[in-house]
């Protein structure tokens, strides 16, 4: 990841709203696990895959977060700027979509677990007959290849391939997903033939990803709204550890995703008490269920291979 977050007064947030809000062509709101989102944009191509992403809110529903993304030669590529107070970010020369949607989410996230105790997680969530199932990993630890891996699977059905929203209840931790469709990449038919075909060559954008409803290959039936976790997978890619798994216990454990910031690098806000709410979630996280570490140096079959006999799902790869 190459942006970095800086947080803004109200008063600047209020200078950059006067300055970008004359070139906005496109006001959308959004549903994001009951929060609205508003984007503001002039991008119609941006709007397009935003629409195709998120659910949409109706227009009588006053926002509870706004994201502008806007160009101005003013600043570096990649500026991100953010107003804690009023829930409003500026992307600022940001052309990568999964870093858009990334941040809407991270807004959402900043939201809801500053005023509901709901906390996002950046990571996969599916569910195996009943069975919540979590992946987390740092960028290129495979997370997407593993999840998609686990769908070839009937047995599973999933909630989110990269970030869902999460609550303590009672003794359980439930998940909870947000997103319509997904934004998936080119490569994934390469590793698994079932996604052949689920996205015109055409339709990808210039990063080699595109937003596809998996409908089409999974079923309308697998795609739930929600799942109680009951395991939870960490994934690295180290050449020089030989373990290929190991279980972690909550204390270590609490540390990895300490250490690796909770391996959320979208995360808005970072001070004491926003680490202490995301210690909290984490504890009960690892305390309420079974906790792996996978080292994904193996071939994606061979990691998905141990990641099934963990989980108990059938082999079929």
Same mark, same amino acid.
């Given at each position: ?6 947080? #803004? ?29 508003? @984007? ?8 397009? %895959? ?7 809110? &109706?227009?009588?529903?006053? &926002? ?26 500026? @992307? #600022? ?37 009943? $069975? ?9 630890? +495979? $997370?997407?290849?593993?999840?998609? +891996?686990?769908?070839? &699977?009937? /047995? %599973? ?7 869902? =929203? ?23 038919? %390469?590793?698994? $033939?079932? =996604? +052949?075909? @689920? ?9 080699? /990803? ?18 109680? #976790? ?56 690892? %305390? /309420? ?29």
């Amino acid at each position: 990841m190459t942006y970095t977050i800086s947080l #803004i007064s109200t008063e600047e947030n209020e200078r950059l709203s006067h300055r970008y809000l004359p070139n906005v062509r496109y006001e959308i709101k959004s549903e994001i696990y009951g929060c609205c989102i508003k @984007l503001l944009c002039d991008d119609h191509a941006l709007k397009d %895959t935003w629409e195709d992403n998120f659910y949409s809110m &109706s227009q009588n529903v006053r &926002s509870h977060g706004r994201l502008f993304v806007c160009k101005d030669t003013a600043y570096q590529p990649d500026t991100v700027l953010f107003d804690p107070h009023a829930k409003t970010a500026f @992307l #600022i020369n940001v052309r990568y979509y999964g870093w858009i949607k990334s941040i809407a989410l991270s807004l959402a996230g900043d939201i809801l677990e500053d005023e509901h105790g709901i906390w996002s997680v950046h990571g996969a969530c599916v569910d195996i007959e009943g $069975k919540g199932l979590c992946i987390v990993g740092e960028p290129g630890s +495979g $997370k997407t290849t593993q999840t998609y +891996g686990l769908l070839t &699977s009937p /047995r %599973t059905r999933i909630i989110s391939d990269d970030w869902f =929203f999460s609550r303590v209840f009672g003794e359980d931790i439930l998940a909870y997903g947000s997103e319509k469709n997904f934004y998936i990449q080119e490569d994934l038919a %390469t590793i698994w $033939k079932e =996604f +052949g075909n @689920l996205v015109p060559d055409h339709k990808y954008d210039p990063d080699g /990803r595109a937003i596809t409803d998996v409908r089409w290959v999974i079923g309308k039936g697998r795609i739930l709204p929600l799942t109680t #976790i009951k395991t939870v997978i960490v994934l690295k890619r180290d050449p020089a550890d030989p373990d290929t798994a190991r279980s972690l216990d909550p204390e270590t454990g609490m540390k990895l995703f300490a250490e690796k910031n909770y391996f959320n690098p979208h995360l808005l806000v970072n001070n004491p008490h926003k680490t202490h709410l995301r210690n909290r979630y984490i504890a009960d996280l690892l %305390t /309420r269920t079974q906790c792996y570490l996978v080292n994904t140096t193996g071939s994606p079959a061979e990691t998905q291979k141990l990641i099934r006999s963990l989980t108990m799902v059938k082999q079929t790869v």
